[in-house]
């Protein structure tokens, strides 16, 4: 998996203050694939993404896109390629439809409506202002609008986390889509059946470290995931 990683880190290691956040994580993200990143609250998932889409640089160790070293593309360029749908995202847009053409402002109007559907939203939603919107309504907003750059990478954290089951199933299809289409995407997930339903390849974190990692049902899930 090695070369043909889209994204491999080595040895990476990240403190916040005195404490130890990641401790010399290895791990492999191979393309056109879902990676899952599971692990108990507070071991280190949320941050390992920012990493990629350099939030934050590692203390100690490498991470490499393409086989070339994060830190020497433009990180711009980088993050319209990588694109992170955090936990709680922020919208900058006053409608929902501008939120989703912000980055993409060429995009046709049928196409923000197949977007809002691909993450489960009815067409109703287009007229919606940003402000009011549930947090897992606004951060499927946030999903769209990272769909519509067509990123090589998508990194969605907890993304169904706040949604009913229809609504979860809609971003999931969405996903294994993606992957379809040679995407890769990292998933932050506690939800050990959702990681079997749509995951190629498991990274389990805990305190900061690689616990294991490997295929899906060979991984054995903390009680909160399980
Ligand atoms: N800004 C910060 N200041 C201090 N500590 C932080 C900060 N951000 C993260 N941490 C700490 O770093 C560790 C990893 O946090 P992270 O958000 O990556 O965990 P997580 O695995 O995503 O957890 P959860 O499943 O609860 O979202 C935690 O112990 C957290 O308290």
């Keep these: 998996m090695q070369q043909d990683s889209v994204f491999a880190l080595r040895g990476v290691t990240l403190r916040h203050g005195p404490a130890l956040v990641l401790e010399d994580v290895s791990a492999q993200i191979p393309p056109a694939a879902c990676t899952a990143v599971v692990g108990r609250s507070g071991a280190g998932k949320s941050r390992l993404l920012r990493l990629l889409v350099r939030l934050d640089d590692p203390d100690a160790g490498q991470i490499t896109f393409h086989g070339t070293a994060l830190g020497r593309y433009d990180v711009l360029d980088l993050r319209r390629r990588v694109q992170l749908v955090a936990q709680q995202p922020q919208l900058l847009s006053e409608s929902v439809a501008e939120e989703i053409r912000l980055g993409c402002p060429h995009v046709a109007p049928e196409e923000v409506g197949a977007l809002l559907s691909r993450v489960g939203l009815p067409l109703s939603f287009l007229d919606r202002s940003t402000t009011g919107l549930s947090g897992g309504e606004a951060q499927r907003v946030c999903l769209a609008r990272a769909l519509a750059l067509e990123p090589e990478v998508l990194l969605l954290d907890e993304p169904t986390a706040s949604l009913d089951?229809?609504?979860?199933?809609?971003?999931?299809?969405?996903?294994?889509?993606?992957?379809?289409?040679?995407?890769a995407v990292v998933l932050v997930s506690h939800n050990a059946?959702?990681?079997?339903?749509?995951?190629?390849?498991?990274?389990?974190?805990?305190?900061?470290?690689?616990?294991?990692?490997?295929?899906?049902?060979?991984?054995?899930?903390?009680?909160?995931?399980?």
């Design 165 to 183: 089951a229809a609504s979860a199933t809609a971003i999931e299809r969405t996903v294994r889509d993606l992957v379809g289409r040679g995407c």
């Design 193 to 226: 059946d959702q990681v079997r339903r749509v995951a190629d390849h498991v990274i389990l974190l805990d305190h900061g470290r690689v616990l294991a990692s490997g295929a899906p049902d060979d991984i054995q899930y903390p009680e909160a995931a399980s």
